[in-house]
Nanobody
Framework: EVQLVESGGGLVQPGGSLRLSCVLS?????????MAWFRQAPGKEREGVAL???????SYAEAVKGRFHISKDDAENKLYLQMDILKPEDTAIYYC?????????????????WGQGTQVTVSS
């Protein structure tokens, strides 16, 4: 069984930065999984934000390109999301997700492990 626990959310002003973290525990490691961040704003569907492959390849949603950076530490089994130049429309619950599959996708149906989420609010 795999557990994912996110942290690092909070309230930040527009233009500010936050760094989200996700710790993986259980019977596998981040090196064996495709890891991703998703977000869900009130009244909207969950959307993919960024993913990182086993080998470190990265993919981003168009809305966050150039502002967000996904990374991981396989030795610590941690996933990160550095978010810069935050905008009010980035306000959402952010979820860490992982899949043991080989498809690299930002579709939520591709992921079989999920964290509980951490709230990010961008407001002045």
């Amino acid at each position: 069984e795999v557990q994912l626990v996110e942290s690092g959310g909070g309230l930040v002003q527009p233009g500010g930065s936050l760094r989200l973290s996700c710790v993986l525990s259980g019977d596998t490691t981040t090196a064996n999984l495709v890891m991703a961040w998703f977000r869900q704003a009130p009244g909207k569907e969950r959307e993919g934000v960024a993913l990182i492959t086993r080998g470190g390849g990265r993919s981003y949603a168009e809305a966050v390109k150039g502002r967000f950076h996904i990374s991981k530490d396989d030795a610590e089994n941690k996933l990160y999301l550095q978010m810069d130049i935050l905008k009010p429309e980035d306000t959402a619950i952010y979820y860490c997700a992982a899949t043991s599959g080989w498809k690299t996708s930002l579709q939520s149906t591709s992921y079989n492990y999920w964290g509980q989420g951490t709230q990010v609010t961008v407001s002045s």
